[in-house]
């Protein structure tokens, strides 16, 4: 196989992800910008074209295109709104203005996106056509794969899979709704549930400590992660019973706990999920870790040009 190369561009909230990645997969360089003293959109564009020239300077051969996964809405390579932590990005032609400064040509997408392409292409669903990916964290994101390619409804305005409603007049949720699957499964969600058990705020407290005080068998520690099993299951249900997918992967930090967590969330949502449209579901947890963004931007370029 002859090799190329793409640049992968992650916009996280705290830093970019940038990375040289040729066809097969392989990481040849990357590093990371943060983020935590920009303060203007400008400012933001000025380190995506640096980090650009950057990996452009170690490439081997011609770069095909760049590739960049950004939180919020976009759409046609225009950032329609960005994450709330970013500055500006309010409909703008993002990838017009990396285009115009790079000379390179450009593919952008919502992040989560970006990563479940990722574990499409080089990851825990190599080789199927129907995937919903879900990234749990802070909150809950996710991308969904139809018969091969990306589906984020009508002006990829859509597949928000943190906010599927799992209980009527539920816990307020961070996108004005109420009863969202991410207000209880988030690993935010899973923290506070924790906190109340104890009796206090949830300041210090993190999903790694809960789980190795599960692990050691601690009571309120088991109590939350119950919880926690039951209403990811809940959410995860709907899912399959709504698009029958060949494989759930489940990404974020704590999907890589051990096997126990996979193996706690499949059977409570093969007791939830009508039997025909599980049949043929595997739920497994994400391979490329906080590479799958990265990669998934790569992926994408070496897909559409």
């Not at 506070?192 to 790694?208: F, M, R, S, V």
Request: hydrophobic residues 40%; charged residues 15%.
């Amino acid at each position: 196989m002859t090799q190329s190369y793409a640049i992968g561009i992650d916009v996280g909230g705290s830093s970019l992800k940038c990375g040289l990645v040729s066809n097969t997969g392989e990481v040849i360089y990357s590093f990371l910008f943060p983020l935590n003293n920009i303060l203007t959109e400008g400012e933001v564009i000025a380190l995506i074209n640096a980090a650009i020239r950057k990996c452009v300077e170690h490439a081997p051969e011609k770069v095909i295109g760049v590739g960049i996964g950004f939180p919020g809405i976009v759409d046609q390579n225009v950032v329609i709104g960005g994450a709330d932590n970013l500055p500006g990005f309010e409909n703008l032609d993002l990838g017009k203005i990396i285009e115009t400064s790079t000379s390179l040509k450009v593919v952008i997408d919502n992040d989560a996106n970006m990563m479940g392409w990722g574990e499409l292409i080089y990851g825990a669903a190599a080789d199927c056509t129907d995937v919903v990916f879900i990234t749990v964290g802070t909150g809950i994101g996710g991308g969904l794969i139809i018969d091969g390619k990306l589906y984020g409804g009508y002006k990829n305005r859509g597949t928000e899979l943190g906010h599927i409603t799992i209980l009527h007049g539920g816990i307020k949720c961070s996108c004005g709704s109420s009863g969202c699957f991410e207000a209880y499964a988030s690993v935010t969600a899973l923290i506070n549930d924790y906190a109340l058990l104890h009796g206090t705020g949830p300041e210090g407290i993190t999903g790694k400590m809960i789980v190795e005080n599960y692990l050691a068998k601690e009571q309120k520690a088991i109590s939350a992660m119950e919880n926690h099993f039951d209403y990811m299951a809940t959410g995860i249900a709907s899912y399959v019973n709504v698009f029958s997918p060949q494989k759930i992967v489940l990404g974020g930090g704590i999907s890589e706990s051990g096997k126990f967590y996979i193996e706690e969330i499949r059977s409570r949502v093969m007791e939830r999920a009508m039997p025909g449209t599980a049949q043929y579901t595997h739920i497994v947890a994400a391979k490329l870790g906080n590479q799958a963004g990265l990669l998934g931007c790569a992926a994408r370029v070496f897909s559409k040009f």
